[in-house]
């Protein structure tokens, strides 16, 4: 079990930019989380996926975030026309709603930094 | 809606002193309840879970919580604090115990002096 990983772990883009960053969750795992951290504040949900259905998604996910899970494994999340203020860093996380299924499991987060 | 309240964004303890942590939870049901770990630029790493089973969790690293539905609280302690616990803590709820999103507290950094 490799625990969740994300690419790229640090991007800097430019503003105005497209980004997208890209989630393994951990094997079997069917659900899928997007959070988002900034500076000295706690993770905020973004969305989930469960299999590659988005089940709920948060009004801090503008128009210009859109995120998919296209065959229930991976997932990316994309952000275009990137602003100064998506600058943070975007933590993907997964879970089985079988077994301990309570228990959500982070990744190393991907820093975003827009200049 | 459910919430957690973290009191303190910073807390210092000399290495050896008890560490306490504080998190108090608000939820419409009964909630299960985390803690998690995040080291510097790295992501969360879980330390314990409350399930609704036993109400004193215990926790990787020598932590533990207690739950006191009373209080409706749900405090990180460790007997002994160590330099490798400085890091900042995450309480989280998650009111629906099924696996559904977790709700951060704003986070406490713990410092560890000598």
């Known amino acids: 079990d490799t625990g969740v990983s994300q690419d790229p772990r640090h991007k800097i883009t430019k503003r105005g930019q497209n980004v997208t960053f890209r989630c393994d969750p951990i094997s079997e795992h069917n659900r899928l989380y997007w959070y988002r951290q900034t500076l000295g504040q706690g993770p905020e949900f973004l969305t989930y996926?469960?299999?590659?259905?988005?089940?709920?998604k948060s009004r801090l996910l503008s128009d210009r975030f859109s995120a998919e899970r296209p065959k229930g494994s991976f997932s990316t999340l994309e952000i275009q026309r990137t602003e100064q203020g998506d600058s943070a860093m975007y933590l993907c996380a997964s879970s089985s709603v079988f077994g301990s299924g309570n228990t959500i499991y982070f990744g190393e987060g991907s820093w975003l930094t827009v200049v | 809606a459910q919430s957690v309240t973290q009191l303190g964004s910073h807390v210092s303890v000399s290495e050896g002193a008890l560490v306490l942590l504080r998190c108090n939870y608000s939820s419409s049901v009964p909630p299960y309840l985390f803690w998690y770990v995040q080291y510097p630029n790295q992501g969360l790493q879980l330390l314990l879970k409350?399930?609704?089973?036993?109400?004193l969790v215990k926790g990787i690293n020598g932590f533990e919580a207690e739950f006191k539905k009373s209080e409706t609280s749900f405090h990180l302690t460790k007997p002994s604090a160590h330099m490798s616990d400085a890091a900042e803590y995450f309480c989280?709820?998650?009111?629906?115990?099924?696996?559904?999103?977790?709700?951060f507290g704003t986070g406490t950094r713990l410092q560890v002096t000598l």
């Open positions: 996926f469960q299999n590659e259905a988005q089940l709920e």
């Open positions: 409350y399930t609704s089973a036993a109400t």
């Open positions: 989280a709820v998650n009111p629906t115990g099924t696996a559904s999103k977790l709700t």
